[in-house]
């Protein structure tokens, strides 16, 4: 398939091992609409029908696409764990009186967490018919990541792994390693997520050891190494999810320790872009690009080893946010040739 479709960029590999097209699903978080206004919105645009689940949480089911799940995004609010405080005070209230409480819980917690939608996994060629989305979620004054200070709203994608073996997935960790101070520096990254927890950087002795030539680790090891040195969802590129589907015994102890709930899937979490869906020139296309080109460096081991080395030998030691030295050498030493390979 072309790398780039209507004017919409994408992955060299565009078919999974198995010969079938990869898929992708997007997480959008953003303030500024009801639950229920947002899943209207989605049935509006591909059809389906709404499923309520709680006050904090509704499906837009059926859809031509599949299955969005549009919810707050804090987990104790999902759980409706408020209902059990409520039983230890010994207060039982009427359903009234408990829907006026969850609409005030539903009120606050909107003006301090995101609102998120998540998206059913599509065939990747699909990937721009979430733009209407995108751009019906605006007319609509859904508020973005720089909307107001404390805002840390992001833009999530999860494409799914080619393969699913140690070497395509060194592959893919290389790769983004050796371009998370670009995509940082050109995605313009809002200061509170820099600041938040959500997109931790990964350790540059981790980065240093997984770039090193002779690392060549089977995908236990690879899994043990990174869960050691990762004992995080909030990465940029977070692995977890897709090691939990690879080898689910294999983290077990390390999840339970540190309390990470997982979803098991055979994908990439890619967690870095804002969500500036408020902004009238900004596209998931854009963010996408910036995934693309991870995805194409991935698919060339021996461009991987000369950054790799160029990396060791220049990356400095900027302990907070990115090196801005060494995303202008990517950009201008390394990206065309990542973006074309033809002209290298």
């Not at 371009?179 to 200061?191: F, K, P, T, V």
């Not at 995080?232 to 983290?251: C, H, I, K, V």
Request: net charge neutral; charged share 25%; aromatic share 8%.
């Amino acid at each position: 398939m072309d790398a780039v479709m209507h004017g919409y960029p994408f992955p060299r590999r565009m078919l999974a091992a198995d010969g079938t097209e990869r898929t992708v699903g997007i997480e959008l978080e953003f303030a500024g609409l009801e639950l229920e206004d947002i899943a209207r919105i989605v049935i509006e645009l591909y059809g389906g029908h709404l499923v309520p689940v709680s006050r904090f949480e509704c499906r837009a089911a059926d859809t031509a696409l599949g299955t969005f799940r549009i919810e707050i995004d804090l987990i104790p609010l999902k759980r409706r764990s408020h209902l059990r405080l409520l039983d230890r005070l010994g207060l039982e209230l009427e359903p009234e009186s408990l829907r006026h409480a969850e609409d005030v819980l539903a009120r606050v917690a909107g003006t301090l967490i995101p609102h998120e939608i998540a998206s059913p996994p599509l065939a990747m060629h699909l990937l721009p018919c979430l733009e209407r989305l995108r751009a019906r979620l605006q007319a609509a004054h859904a508020r973005g990541t720089k909307a107001l200070p404390h805002y840390a709203f992001g833009l999530q994608f999860n494409p799914e792994i080619p393969a699913r073996d140690a070497t395509t997935i060194l592959n893919y960790l290389r790769a983004f390693l050796l371009l998370a101070d670009w995509l940082e520096q050109q995605g313009r990254i809002a200061l509170a997520r820099r600041l938040s927890s959500f997109i931790s950087a990964f350790p540059l002795a981790y980065a240093r050891s997984v770039l090193q030539p002779d690392y060549a680790p089977g995908l236990g090891q690879l899994i043990d190494d990174y869960a050691l040195a990762n004992p995080t969802r909030n990465r940029p590129l977070d692995l977890l999810p897709l090691f939990a589907y690879l080898a689910p015994a294999r983290l077990r102890r390390e999840l339970a320790e540190n309390r990470i709930k997982i979803n098991p899937r055979p994908t990439l979490h890619y967690r870095l872009p804002n969500c500036l869906i408020d902004e009238p020139d900004w596209t998931l296309a854009r963010e996408w690009a910036g995934w693309v080109a991870v995805d194409n460096l991935a698919q060339s081991p021996g461009k991987i080893a000369a950054m790799s080395e160029d990396f060791l030998a220049r990356r400095g030691h900027v302990m907070v946010g990115y090196d801005e030295s060494w995303a202008q050498r990517v950009a201008q030493e390394w990206l065309q040739a990542i973006i074309d390979p033809s002209s290298a």
